[in-house]
């Protein structure tokens, strides 16, 4: 089993970056598919970003793309979310999750994630 903190959350302002790290527990980090997660007060939890075991295939969510990138050393066993030309309507409570590593296919869903960190809170101001 993974364990797994975030960090590099904080306040921004709008148009400004910030930098998501992920630090999974484990010397098997290169067997899960990664993803983050974003879930805003009110709202349900929601699909920001997800990169296969190898680091060479992800996928975003349509409002993020062009501006948030996500990727993986595995060598150091960290994943990133790079937020740019961040947005008020980005704010929320940011989370790193990992699929169980028997899984091959890169999720989209909540569902599709077994081991989740505590969160890290970004909040843009505008």
């Known amino acids: 089993q993974v364990q797994l903190g975030e960090s590099g959350g904080g306040l921004v302002q709008a148009g400004g970056s910030l930098r998501l790290s992920c630090a999974p527990s484990?010397?098997?980090?290169?067997?899960?598919?990664m993803g983050w997660f974003r879930q805003a007060p009110g709202k349900e939890r929601e699909f920001v970003a997800a990169?296969?075991?190898?680091?060479?295939?992800?996928y975003y969510l349509d409002s993020v793309k062009g501006r948030f990138t996500i990727s993986r050393d595995n060598a150091k066993n960290m994943v990133y979310l790079q937020m740019n030309s961040l947005k008020p309507e980005d704010t929320a409570v940011y989370y790193c999750?990992?699929?169980?590593?028997?899984?091959?296919?890169?999720?989209?869903?909540?569902?599709?994630?077994?081991?989740w960190g505590q969160g890290t809170q970004v909040t843009v101001s505008s």
């Open positions: 999750a990992a699929e169980h590593p028997a899984r091959m296919v890169v999720g989209s869903t909540a569902s599709a994630y077994d081991y």
């Open positions: 484990g010397r098997t980090f290169s067997t899960y598919v």
């Open positions: 990169i296969n075991k190898s680091g060479g295939i992800t």
